[in-house]
Every structure is written in structure tokens, then in C-alpha cells.
């Protein structure tokens, strides 16, 4: 807050007597906080004699204490007008400017304050505070550390560079801020609040819920302060007691939307429904407004949330959550994170409501891979799997088998040279499948999710293939495909022939850059978000990738990353193609089973804490429900190759056919070993997608044609391989050129 200080100056030039007498009067008035009487003096003066600008100043002052600013400004306006260099009539002018949220002006008039009169503490922090709104944080923490040099050392002064620092990351730097503020003024509310929303920063929740009490204890009358509390309670999955925070902030101020808004989400978390209603009702009566809240994906939500599920109409319920996730893309900018956990969390226990079971426990998941702390989405899961249990107990039901490639409906090419062809297929089952066999031979390549790979040697003619699935309740199934093949004929080229698909088709990119890490004793990186700018702009320009369609993550946190992957995965179909793209740090470690698992690591991790990377496992459950006919995942990181499983021979050159078959891909700059900051896996991926000439160019040739460059110019083995249980069959993206 500024401090307005205005000095009444009486005249002692020889001017009428009245005007004189009607400005002292003015002054005892305003001594007397009687604002409305000086400036009815004030006025008087001017209009007996308007050349003297301390009576438009006078009045200024006077208007300000009634928080007419507009009225503030016209008379400090007129001051300066009849002396531009007036003595601080500049930076009061800011002030007011401040007031009216001009602060481009304000900060005009501060500069011009600074540069004619001497040196204020109390100028470089109002200047500061300006810097600060217009998010100029390195101005503002140079004026604050020269209002420190420059006057006392005050409490608020540590507060509010405190808050600066936070803004530019210095984490440390700004707790001793608010450290020394609490040293220097036990009894300052901000300063813990503050501290606190530092430390919501730094995921420490605890923290914040122990700061937010104490400056609750302080000042029990700021609403925000209970509010705040309560999102943390929420991020550790105590909606309980965030509903007690958020009653609390609604009884002092119930006219702030956010509160409701909060309030309804945290009622649907803990299955409160009904009350969840009455507070949308008093959210309407009231016509309150919540920022981006108010838009599609709220009131879907909201009404699933108030009206479908009371009423137990959980297909509308369904249809409601579904429209809320699509419209999320749309507004996602403008809500707060963990709105599109809310849906998932919903959509979970609708999904259970349903007995649609396996889909229940796939959302859990993905909202779990969002934010683990969810303990409503952890209780809704065990419930899901308690009834999975009992129904796989029970289980009488053979497995569903299909076969995906070859295509019986269709003709297959068998080459003389090579007669193996891969077939490729998927056993369904609740319980889970054991075994898989094709005439008899055990299929080796089986995965969690049924999808089982191999190679067999066909004849021309007609070939029975009979597949056996053994669900792991002992239930077995047979069925019999029948492939007719012929001598496949020998050509000199391979047509580049157009795409079936090729205008309904669409291209979407995620590009994730993790650059400057909040953890200190993890090093930044110089040039992940450069080489994702360059990626980006290639794929605009020589590709058929709309700058709509591509979304831009640069130093974002595991939530964010893991919420815009998720939740475009949900919301694509089976024309649509997407690539992720990550550059940063990444790990690996091995688990109790000695299997290894890989981890990317972004900005917002703590190192050694693995709950705070994204794992493999959190990538596959984002990626394993997703409609998309190709994902491509591209990681520039150390031990990528963690994300992958072993990749069998291609299912053929025709781009036609890559493309019609679904594809879950990792291409890797290294397997497990680390790799560099400056990465000629990315220098040549760049290169080769730029240089390309080819129409239609896939995820697999891409590759192929810079793996040998990589090898023979860095230490590093790059990979290209199907991501492990997620619904790869063969297939291959495919870049389009323009």
C-alpha cells in the first residue's frame, strides 16, 4: 500500500485574503479527516485564484482520502500544468495512477520523481510495487533493494521483495525475506501468507497450512487467508477440512466467487452432492463470476456434479464430463490447475456407478498420474478393484480375441525372399490373459493389456491361423482367421501414393522443454526450449501442423505436464496424430523386481524424490486410453530407453498401411545412458525433417536415416521402439509435407 503524503503549504506571496483563509480552512478540516469540507474550501480558494498549484494539490489530497482518483488526478493534472516542476507532485500523481491501475502512467511519473527530487525510500518502494504489477520482477527487486539502502529497514519492504524474488524463482532468497519480515514484526499477517504461498510453490503444503494458521490467528477477518489454506488441504486430499476453510471465507466475504467455486469442487471430491447444490444455487442467486469458471467445462461439470448425479442419471452424467473434457482444450488457460482432475475424479466414480469397471479404473489412473495426493480418486480405485476382484473371482467368461494384422478382409503379400509376416492381434478379458497361441506355437510377445506380436511364415493360398487365449481364470478361447496370400510382385519403386485419410486427418505436437530447475542441486539446462522452438517451427513450416494445434510447455511443472498430456490423449480420435516432445533432465532407477524404470525430470522436482518426476508408468497411463490412430514420443533426456520394449521388424514399406495400423512409439535420443546438454540426436532429427524432400515420411525411415550419423558422432544409442502396454500394433507414424 502507499503511503499518500501531501504537505499543505500556505502561501506567503501576496495573494487575496480569502483565497488564503479558505485554503487554511481546508487544512484544519482535513486534520479533522473531514475530506468532503477541505475540498469544499479547496474549490472556493481556486476559484478566487487558480495560478497557485498547491490549492489544486490540496484538493487532490483531500479527493484521494475519498478514493476519488479521477477527481485526484484532474487537479494533479492542473498543478503541473501550471508548474511542471512542482515538487512532488510526480510522485503523488503516481499514486493516484497506482489507484486507478494506470500503472504504465504511474511508473512514468515515478521515473520522473526519481530523476528531479531526492532520493525517497518511500519512492523506490512505490515504484517498485508499480514494476511488480506490470511483472517487471528484476526492476522491482532492484527498487526495493534501493529503498532498503536508502531508508529504515521496514517489514514490509522484506514482504514484498520477498514476493518479487518468489516471482523470479529465487525461492530461497525470498523465505529469508519473509524470515526477517517475521523477525522484525511477529505479528504481521502477510508476511506468513506470503511465506506460505512461497511454500505452495515449492509443493511443501504442510508449510503452507502452517503459515496460512498463523496469519489466520493474526488477522481472522481476511478471507483469502482461509481460502488459501483450504487449496492447500486439497492438494494433500483433506477436502475435509478444506470445505471447514472454505465455509469460513464464504461467512466473511460471500460474495467472492472463487469460494463457491472451491467449495463445490471439494463437496463433489468427498460425494457431498446434494450440498454441493445448494451452494451452486446461492453461486447463481448471488450471479457471482469466477474467472474462466463460468465457462463450458464448469457448468458441465457443475451439472453432473449438481443435477445428473443426485438423480442418478449417470449417462448424462457421463455425457456431461465428456463435453466438460473436450471444452477443457478450449479454456484450459483460463482455469485454475486440478479442474480437469476434478472431471477425471467425477467421471471415475460415474464410471463406477455404471459397472463399466476396466473404463473407471483407467481414468483413476490418469487422474492419479495428474496428482497422486487425491485420496477421494485413491477410494473410488480400491473400489473399482475390489470389484474387478470379485467379478474375476467369478469369472466363467472366455477372452475376446481379434486379429488386427494381417486384415482378412484383404489380400496379403507374401515375399519369396522373406515369406515371415507379422501377425499382430489383441485378447480382451477382465481377469487378464496368460497365454496366447497361434497353431499350437506359444506367442512369446504377449503384453499386460493382450496385445500379442509374432512372426510366421505363410504360403500363398489360404492360411488358417487358430488362436488360442488363456485368461488367467483358465478360460480359453479359440477362433480361426483365415489369410489368403499371394507372391507379392517385385517393383523398382514404391509409388508415393496419397494418404486414404490424408484430408480428415489431423496433426497435434505437445512440446515440453525443462530448462531452469527449482531445485538447486539440479542444474539448469541452456538448450531445451530452443531446440523445442526450432522443433516447433519445422513442423509449422514443412509439415502439416497447425499453430493451433500445437501446445508449448516450457519450465512447467509435473502437474501441468502431466494434465496437458492427458488430457489432449483424451480428447483425440482416430484420425487424429499426435507427437510429444520432451528435452530435460531424466533418470533412472531400478525397482524392488529389478525391472528399470525411467523418469523424466521437470522443473518443479525434488531431486531424488521420484514422486515428483514422471515416470514410464505415468506417460503409459496418459497414452493407453487415448482414440488417436498414431502417438510419437520424441525424448531428449538421460535413459529414455527405459520407456520402451523391444520392436519387432516393421509391418511393411506401404505408407498406406503403417498408417491404418494404431502406433505407440518412443523415438530416444540414448537408451540408458545419460546424454548430453547440447544433443546431436536433436541437431540431426532437426536436420532431417528440414532436409526431408518425401511427401509422406515415417516415424521409423525418420529414424533410420540419422541413426548412423548419431552413432558414429557421440557416445550416445539412440532408440526407436513401441512404448511397453499401451496399444501399439504395428503401424507407423507419418509425417505429411506441405
Known sequence: MFLVIFSFCFILITLGQSALEYNSLGAAKYKKQDYAGAIEDFTKAITLDASYPNFFCNRAVAKYKLDDYKGALADWNKAVSIDPNFRNVYYNRANTEYALKDYEGALADYNRAVTTGP?????????????????????????????????????????????????????????????????????????????GMTKYQLKDYEGVIIDCTEAIRLNPKAAGFYNSRAIAYTKLGKYDKAILDYEAAILINPDVGTFYTNMISSLVRTFQFEKAKK????????????????????????????????????????????????????????????????????????????????????VLQQALSINAMQTDVERTLTDVKSRIAEITAKDRTAPVIELLSPQVSRNLEVGTDDPKTQVIGRAKDLSGILSVSINNNPVAKLEDDGLFITELVLKPGVNELIIKATDKQGNTSNKTFSVTCAIAKKANAVPDNPLLVEVSQKY??????????????????????????????????????????????????????????????????????????????????????GDVDGYWIPVSAKKGLTASYISADDINKALKRSNARHILVIADACFSGAFTRSLLPDAGKAIQKQYNMTSRKVMASGNMEPVPDNSKFLFYLKKSLKENTQKYLSAKDLFDGFYKAIISNSDNLPQYAAIKNVGDEGGEFIFIRK
Open 279 to 362: 451452494y451452486y444455487s446461492k453461486f447463481q442467486e448471488k450471479k457471482l463470476t469466477d474467472g474462466g469458471e463460468n465457462g463450458r467445462v464448469y457448468l458441465y461439470y457443475v451439472n453432473a456434479a449438481t443435477e445428473d448425479v443426485p438423480s442418478k442419471n449417470y449417462e448424462q452424467a457421463l455425457s456431461n464430463l465428456n463435453m466438460a473434457a473436450l471444452a477443457y482444450g478450449d479454456e484450459s488457460k483460463k482455469l485454475s490447475q486440478g479442474r480437469y482432475s476434478n472431471i477425471l475424479a467425477l467421471k471415475g466414480y460415474v464410471l463406477l456407478q455404471m459397472e463399466r469397471y476396466a473404463d473407471a479404473e483407467a
Open 119 to 195: 532520493e525517497q525510500s518511500d519512492l523506490y518502494s512505490s515504484r517498485a510495487l508499480t514494476k511488480y504489477a506490470l511483472k517487471d520482477y528484476e526492476g522491482a527487486l532492484a527498487d526495493y533493494n534501493k529503498a532498503l539502502s536508502t531508508g529504515p529497514e521496514q517489514s514490509d519492504l522484506y514482504v514484498n521483495r520477498g514476493r518479487a524474488k518468489a516471482q523470479l524463482k529465487d525461492y530461497e532468497g525470498s523465505l529469508a525475506d519473509y524470515n526477517k519480515a517475521i523477525r522484525m514484526d511477529p505479528n504481521e499477517p502477510n508476511a506468513f501468507f506470503h511465506r
Open 508 to 593: 497435434y505436437a505437445i512440446l515440453i522443454a525443462e530448462k531452469d530447475y527449482d531445485d538447486t542441486s539440479i542444474p539448469d539446462l541452456e538448450n531445451p526450449v530452443k531446440d523445442a522452438r526450432d522443433l516447433g517451427a519445422i513442423l509449422m513450416n514443412n509439415y502439416t501442423f497447425g499453430a493451433a494445434n500445437i501446445d508449448t510447455l516450457y519450465n512447467r511443472t509435473r502437474e501441468e505436464i502431466m494434465q496437458s498430456i492427458v488430457q489432449r490423449c483424451n480428447t483425440l480420435t482416430e484420425n487424429d496424430n499426435l507427437v510429444i516432445f520432451y528435452a530435460g533432465h531424466g533418470t533412472a532407477e531400478k525397482d524392488r523386481f
